[in-house]
């Protein structure tokens, strides 16, 4: 623990804005060195608690996608969007003035894949994003922090009451996010995805996800766009071997598609696997 001055503590109240977590840059090459303080009063003086360091990887880091390493654990960060709102419980932390929200990769399949080797380039070049299966949004908020503001993401989810929570504390405060309740069976009944978009994610959990998917693919991705398709074995085939069944999901998109990665999601989800494949007709 320390202490700090009064001074200090003034300068700490104006930088931190009501945020918990406060990040102290200091110099470094490729790798800044940082110290991570949390503030909580006791007995009406402000204490900081020291909670360790974090390295920011500025080679992986891009505009608004943050890689970092806290005591020796890898952590991603996406740049706020809406800054002092936050989605799942997350942590924020400041950095030059900027409040980034860590992603948790065991809330997120899109945060797993990454820390399991999935490049970030294609998702830092995203514009437009149709997100089947955003439940109350922990991942399509990241994806939306991630487009920023010019970007624009259709997020479709069967589960009115899901969809709800998702209309309440997600798209009513991101302007980057068009919420619709609907059935990802049917693109063709959409009310509100207007364009073709750079991505579809597909996270719905069904034995018949992969041919949903290249449905929707087939009437809203554009040419040379990306699918990501999460593929949770047990909800395909729960006696077979999940290798079999990633497997068989895959060739089924051999046809029209160039698989770019597939990426299993452990530790952080068993028997989970996501593909990036690429649109090629
Ligand atoms: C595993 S959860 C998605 C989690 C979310 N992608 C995330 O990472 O935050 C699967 C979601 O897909 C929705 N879903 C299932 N079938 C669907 C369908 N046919 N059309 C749209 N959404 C569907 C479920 O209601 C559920 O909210």
Redesign the pocket.
Known sequence: MINLGINNIANMEKLNEGHNLYINLTDGRNMKKVLLIQKTFVDQKLIINQRGALNLDEKRSHKNIVFSEINQRKKILTKNLVPGNTVYGEHTITINKFEYRTWDPF????AAAILNGLSSDILSNLKSVL??????????SHVSDIIGESGILFG????AR?ARDFLENVASVRKNIIPEV????HPDLYTSVFQKVDMV?C????PDQTR?AIENCNSFLKNSGYLFL?I?AHSIDVLKNPKDVFAEEVKKLTNNFAIEYQINLEPFDKAHSMVIAKKIN
């Open positions: 809330r997120s399949k899109l997100y089947l299966g955003v439940s109350t949004g922990t991942t399509a479709i989810e069967i589960s899901s609907a059935d990802s069976r994610y996270d719905i959990a069904q949903i999460v949770k």
